[in-house]
Nanobody
Framework: QVQLVESGGGLVQAGGSLRLSCVGSGIIFSVNAEGWYRQAPGKKRELVAAITSGRSTNYADSVKGRFTISRDNAKNTVYLEMNSLKPEDTAVYYC?????????WGQGTQVTVSS
């Protein structure tokens, strides 16, 4: 059974940094595509960053230049490094893995950025 576990969320001051981690089991990250999504109250879930099996990446315009997605194949872990955080980055962040059949989701980790 596929399981994704996120960690690294918390409270940070505007301008600060956090690094989120997503550890997968039951699925191999290196041969699939992964993404980080976020959802704030009253908002729809949106894609923040994604990485392919070939390590090609893409980012939402709102985070480009501030966030970096990466993957450690040996640890089967995907990371999201977040720098220069803004209050509007406050949301629950979810890890997603997509194979050729379906999407898999983690339970989410809360990120709160204070002004």
């Amino acid at each position: 059974q596929v399981q994704l576990v996120e960690s690294g969320g918390g409270l940070v001051q505007a301008g600060g940094s956090l690094r989120l981690s997503c550890v997968g089991s039951g699925i191999i990250f290196s041969v699939n595509a992964e993404g980080w999504y976020r959802q704030a109250p009253g908002k729809k879930r949106e894609l923040v960053a994604a990485i392919t099996s070939g390590r090609s990446t893409n980012y939402a315009d709102s985070v480009k230049g501030r966030f970096t997605i990466s993957r450690d194949n040996a640890k089967n872990t995907v990371y999201l490094e977040m720098n220069s955080l803004k209050p509007e980055d406050t949301a629950v962040y979810y890890c997603n893995v997509r194979d050729f059949i379906r999407n898999y989701w983690g339970q989410g980790t809360q990120v709160t950025v204070s002004s």
